[in-house]
């Protein structure tokens, strides 16, 4: 009786876990923020993506506080901090000039939020590199 043979990898199949990986990293996080299985969508379009003004918090920088993680206005490119934050300035953004959407700057993430919809989207490329919702 012989031994089977080995069965070979398929060529990119590094590429497919890491793609399945990021996938389901992506919709878990989309699950969490939306708190719904059902996905929400974003009727806001994203053209021109800005570069971060900053890679601080100005609202924290001004108020002696220590932000989490950062996220850009897609609209302007005003910097604020997180939700996990105690300033909470990108919301706080949001609320005062009504800029729909923003992004996380943390190095390599590529998602963002739609205020508006309360929508996770996927973006494509990280932008800047900083520091949750």
């Known amino acids: 009786m012989t031994s089977p043979t080995p069965s070979r990898r398929p060529e990119g199949r590094r590429d497919y876990v890491k793609t ?9 996080r989309r699950i969490s923020f939306e708190r719904s299985l059902r996905s929400r969508s974003c009727v806001h379009s994203i053209d021109e993506r800005p570069e971060p003004s900053v890679l601080s918090c100005s609202g924290c920088d001004r108020e ?16 604020g901090c997180c939700d996990t934050s105690v300033g909470r300035h990108a919301v706080g953004h949001f609320e005062s000039t ?8 943390e190095p390599n993430d590529t998602w963002g939020w739609c205020y508006v919809g309360e929508a996770y989207l996927v973006l494509g490329g990280a932008a800047g590199a900083g520091a949750d919702r």
């Open 20 to 28: 399945i990986t990021s996938y389901l990293g992506n919709e878990m």
């Open 64 to 79: 002696g506080t220590t932000w989490v993680k950062l996220r850009m206005c897609l609209t302007c490119g005003a910097v």
């Open 98 to 105: 009504g800029h729909p959407v923003m992004r996380s700057i």
